[in-house]
């Protein structure tokens, strides 16, 4: 058997197989740390299957109103059985995180209320659900007031400026896990945990909400688990395994995702509509899958950061760093470097690996984005893909993989192209 070949006939030449090879030695206690938390994640999720009396029936189709379907409700009492939440809203009828983050404001958010970001600007589709960037239907338009604290220096967060935010008027605080298109660091469920607890100190009824994209599972907790009321996500990244091929989640209070529910789909209605229309097997078994995969990713994630930070570029969180979620962000430097970075993970990936990625005017976001992704369910980014808006710094958002080894083969294929392209040496 020899791997190398294979690699070879993939298009990895022997200088770049030589690198990854000495990057991987150095990784050894990280991925075993990695591996123990997908074996505790995995525990949790088969628990939570077991308790609900998972069954062959809740992977019926249901179609129409959807009425008493009794898998689509015992997805959501397995969802809420993970996160530790008294509900859960877990559905293909949510489009993307987005949607599913604009549900969740939308829904508890009343005009005169104010909106509450501690943590800086939210991810870019964010600022026209809120209205930073006017736009039609947003929460601007409805009368929500936003306020914003930027973080510190170095990433921590500035409780003076959030104490005198937080007002009477203010209802809702979002957190994003993630650092999004940003170069801050993502923060840790315990960072945000002590967020949470500062900002019920200043006002004990506000709700605390948390965008999860790309974070579940790379942690033993969720945010739910330190004090967020509601935890939001797509089906599309982590928590889909995959496998999903479609949807969002709400976990949380049981009153907030109740209105969530009314918000969907229509007051007075709430959970008891919406049809499952024969996707519920791939979001059961996908979410099974989940703490698996997402280890395959941040193995991967961590050992992109470690090769380009040998090659002396930037990187965040840097290779010694703990890991909050499965994205690395790699400041690159150059449009060049975005897309010879880019090409390579499309030249890796198991669909469209024929094409060449270009960058283009994408809705939602204000600068030209370049994506690289050939996956099996459309945009779907917990599969192997790399995407970052073409501006300073740079940087390439470099995440997934829905196994270890196609990561890697990713990362090996971008190097390459980095090579041929002039812009490293090895
Ligand atoms: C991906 C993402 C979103 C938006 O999710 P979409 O599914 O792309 O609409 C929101 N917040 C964060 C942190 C994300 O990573």
Redesign the pocket.
């Known amino acids: 058997m020899n791997t190398n070949e294979m690699y070879t006939r993939l298009g990895v030449s022997d200088a770049v197989l030589r690198f990854g090879d000495e990057v991987l030695a150095e990784l050894a206690d990280r991925f075993a740390h990695i591996d123990a938390v997908a074996e505790y994640n995995q525990a949790k999720v088969v628990g939570a299957m077991q308790e609900n009396r998972l069954a062959a029936q809740h992977f019926n189709l249901s179609s129409g109103y959807g009425y008493d379907d009794a898998g689509r409700d015992n997805l959501e009492n397995i969802y809420a059985s993970v996160f530790h939440t008294e509900a859960a809203l877990v559905r293909p009828q949510i ?7 604009a549900l969740a404001l939308g829904a508890n958010l009343l005009p005169g209320d104010q909106l509450l970001s501690p943590v800086g600007a ?2 870019d ?2 600022e026209e659900v809120i209205g930073i960037r006017p736009s039609v239907g947003s929460l601007r338009e409805y009368g929500v007031r936003y306020a914003q604290v930027d973080l510190l220096d170095g990433g921590k967060f500035d409780y003076e400026g959030i104490r005198k935010a937080i007002n009477e008027k203010t209802k809702l605080i979002t957190i ?5 298109y940003a170069t801050r660091p993502s923060f840790s469920v315990k960072e945000i945990g002590e967020l949470i607890a500062f900002c019920k100190e200043c006002k004990p009824d506000v709700i605390c909400m948390v ?1 999860n ?2 974070g579940e599972f790379v942690d033993v907790i969720e945010p739910s688990d330190v004090g967020a009321d509601m935890v939001v996500g ?1 089906l ?2 982590n928590p889909g395994g995959g496998l999903a091929p479609t949807g ?1 989640y709400i976990c949380g209070r049981k009153d907030l995702i109740e209105r969530c529910a009314y918000r969907l789909n229509a007051p007075g209605l709430g959970k008891e509509v919406g049809a499952n229309l024969g996707l519920l097997t791939s979001l059961y078994q996908g979410f099974f899958l989940a703490p698996t995969v997402v280890s395959g990713a941040t193995k991967g994630a961590l050992f992109a950061a470690r090769c380009y930070e040998k090659l002396g570029f930037r990187v965040v969180p840097t290779s010694a760093e703990p890991r909050n ?1 499965i ?1 690395q962000a790699v400041e690159l430097g150059s449009r060049e470097g975005m897309v010879a970075f880019c090409r390579g993970i499309q030249a890796a990936a198991p669909v469209d690996s024929y094409v060449t990625p270009e960058p283009w005017p994408m809705p ?1 976001y204000d600068s030209d984005v370049i994506m690289a992704a050939g996956a099996f369910v459309q ?1 779907s ?1 917990i599969e192997l893909s790399a995407d970052g808006p073409i501006r300073e710094p740079y940087a390439v958002y470099f995440q997934g993989g829905l196994t270890w080894y196609h990561a890697k083969l990713g990362i090996l294929m971008s190097l390459q192209k980095m090579l041929e392209a002039g812009l490293i040496e090895l």
């Open positions: 489009s993307c995180g987005t949607h599913a983050l939210p991810y589709t964010l994003q896990r993630s650092k999004g965008d994209c790309y797509s599309i990244k969002g979620d994205i939602g945009g980014s």
